[in-house]
């Protein structure tokens, strides 16, 4: 799931949004390129405290950055086929500010079955969201809302649900690049992260620990999580593995 996932590893690691995926690692082409290629290698698909698929997973993204504004395009596999999502994402930064809208799609596993133009909001199989995130540069943490605008995103009765999501995170920064970090999510409304149950939940807890392999020159950012969701009364430990190639 997203921009915001690359937002929130470029804060973590980066910091900045994984989004979470890659913004530490290794360039090896020119700087000023615009594009860049990355992927991360996870043990398991986290997001916010919600599982997805059950075995390793591949994040492949292709971005687009200039200025202030960014693009993305995101593609999501389990290995063993247990979950597949493609996602495309737009969003501007201005000093502390990110704003950003991402639209995630989850193919099924017969791809003649998929109906991706399929745009009306009575049976479309798409999420879009639209979030912000806030991220001083003098101090190391971030807060993020962000709420489901459109799509599949229901309540039982069809209506729309605009399931709706807080984060906020503080990074501790090591010598050579060593990160720790803890974030604190909750569900602000009856959306899809407790079922479409009522009340205010906290369905996320990760404390992430970002490093790298070094051999030389080369360095391979790696990451190990531990995520509690205290509303599922779920917890994973996650390690993942980024490369990232300006084009």
């Known amino acids: 799931m997203s921009f915001h996932r690359i937002l929130l590893s470029m804060l973590v690691l980066y910091s900045g949004c994984a989004f979470a995926a890659g913004a530490d690692s290794l360039s090896v082409s020119r700087a000023d390129s615009p594009l860049s290629l990355s992927l991360e290698l996870s043990t398991k698909y986290m997001w916010r405290g919600i599982e997805y698929g059950d075995a390793p997973t591949t994040f492949a993204i292709l971005s687009y950055e200039r200025g202030g504004f960014s693009a993305y395009a995101e593609g999501v596999y389990a290995v063993n086929g247990s979950h597949s999502e493609v ?26 079955k998929d109906k991706y133009f399929r745009l009306s909001s009575r049976d479309t199989g798409h999420y879009v969201e639209a979030y912000t995130t806030f991220s001083p540069q003098r101090v190391p943490l971030w807060l993020t809302l962000s709420c489901y605008v459109f799509g599949a995103d229901k309540r039982q009765d069809g209506s729309q649900a605009y399931s709706s999501y807080a984060e906020v995170g503080y990074t501790y920064r090591f010598r050579h690049d060593n990160n720790l970090s803890l974030a604190v999510g909750a569900s602000l409304n009856r959306g899809f992260y407790t079922d479409y149950k009522p009340g205010l939940k906290v369905v996320n807890i990760t404390l992430k620990y970002v490093t790298a392999f070094r051999l030389g020159t080369f360095r391979l950012p790696v990451s190990a999580s531990y995520v509690l ?19």
Do not use: H, M, Q
Not at 90 to 109: H, M, Q, R, T
Not at 233 to 244: A, I, R
């Open 87 to 112: 996602d495309l994402g737009v969003g501007y930064a201005y000093k502390d500010w990110f704003i950003g809208l991402a639209d995630y799609y989850y193919p099924s596993s017969v791809g003649e």
């Open 229 to 247: 969701n205290p509303y599922r009364e779920k917890s994973f430990f996650t390690l993942s593995l980024y490369f990232n190639s300006s084009l």
